[in-house]
T-cell receptor, first 114, second 113 residues
Framework: DSGVTQTPKHLITATGQRVTLRCSPR?????VYWYQQSLDQGLQFLIQ???????AKGNILERFSAQQFPDLHSELNLSSLELGDSALYFC?????????????FGPGTRLTVL | AQSVTQLDSQVPVFEEAPVELRCNYS??????LFWYVQYPNQGLQLLLK??????LVESINGFEAEFNKSQTSFHLRKPSVHISDTAEYFC???????????FGTGTRLLVSP
């Protein structure tokens, strides 16, 4: 158990809908990262937040957005869903802002868009 | 931009045989290197990492990887595999200071009796 929790574990929805994925980082970790794992694209970095502020952006679509709240949990919002958004979405958390902080991954949320 | 290449999508091997999973990376700056393991229906777990210092790094369960700067490689090896090592293995690179992991496409290790 990494200490990172993600809810829900599974999500099935229809095209055009909007969903919210939630991540609670390990106690004390300030950084949250979101990754997408799909058959087409593999594992891709989406976005990073550090202590409530966006720190880095990767291959995140404009239809996707994220935020980190004062209690440090994070949400990834996916809207106007398409079939190709079906994937496993991972959240990871890490400690501070030094040059290296190990990322601990949650179990993921499996999103299926029908 | 960095990239990671894992040429082998699947590696079948018999139990107690040695195995090597290959990883090559490209980057114009100094990097940290990682191997993550993903067991079925689970998240990613860090197996081992290279940050600096000794180019040979080891995990607690018998895996080792060697950073070769001239060949830009970070191959993962184990002298004798177990059935329980069956999993997907991802090599990843991070530009020092940027904290963004770039993953390879993964190698599925299949260990059979």
């Amino acid at each position: 158990d990494s200490g990172v929790t993600q809810t829900p574990k599974h999500l099935i929805t229809a095209t055009g809908q909007r969903v919210t994925l939630r991540c609670s980082p390990r106690s004390g970790d300030l950084s949250v990262y979101w990754y997408q794992q799909s058959l087409d694209q593999g594992l891709q970095f989406l976005i990073q937040y550090y202590n409530g502020e966006e720190r880095a952006k990767g291959n995140i679509l404009e239809r996707f957005s994220a935020q980190q709240f004062p209690d440090l949990h994070s949400e990834l919002n996916l809207s106007s869903l398409e079939l190709g958004d079906s994937a496993l979405y991972f959240c990871a958390s890490a400690g501070g802002s030094s040059s290296y902080n190990e990322q601990f991954f949650g179990p993921g949320t499996r999103l299926t868009v029908l | 931009a960095q990239s990671v290449t894992q040429l082998d999508s699947q590696v079948p091997v018999f139990e107690e045989a040695p195995v090597e999973l290959r990883c090559n990376y490209s980057s114009s700056v100094s990097v940290y290197l990682f191997w993550y393991v993903q067991y079925p229906n689970q998240g990613l777990q860090l197996l081992l990492k290279y940050l600096s210092g000794s180019t040979l790094v080891e995990s607690i369960n018998g895996f080792e990887a060697e950073f070769n700067k001239s060949q830009t490689s970070f191959h993962l090896r184990k002298p004798s595999v177990h059935i329980s090592d069956t999993a997907e293995y991802f090599c990843a690179v991070e530009n020092t200071g940027f904290q963004k992991l770039v993953f390879g496409t993964g190698t599925r290790l299949l260990v059979s009796p």
